[in-house]
């Protein structure tokens, strides 16, 4: 599935996003509104992540569903 897909269904792919990252707020996750550098961010801030390694889980996440 492709990014575009993803931020057109948002709303489901949030709760998958909810399960992997459980720290991340409610309202992080509708400021990030599917869009995929924002997401990178929250999780570099929240999980200290280095970019590569948050663009990878991502993915690895985008593929599961």
Same mark, same amino acid.
Do not use: P
């Given at each position: 599935?492709?990014? !575009? /897909?993803?931020? *057109?269904?948002?709303? =489901?792919?949030? $709760? +998958?996003?909810?399960?992997?990252? &459980?720290?991340?707020? %409610?309202?992080?996750? !509708? /400021?990030?509104? *599917?869009?995929?550098? =924002?997401?990178? $961010? +929250?999780?570099?801030?929240?999980? &200290?992540?280095?970019? %590569?390694?948050?663009?990878?889980?991502?993915?690895?996440?985008?593929?599961?569903?």
């Amino acid at each position: 599935m492709n990014w !575009d /897909q993803i931020e *057109g269904n948002w709303k =489901q792919f949030k $709760g +998958k996003v909810k399960e992997k990252w &459980g720290d991340l707020t %409610d309202d992080e996750l !509708d /400021q990030v509104a *599917g869009k995929r550098d =924002q997401l990178i $961010g +929250k999780l570099q801030a929240r999980y &200290g992540y280095a970019r %590569d390694q948050a663009e990878k889980e991502i993915d690895e996440v985008t593929r599961s569903w």
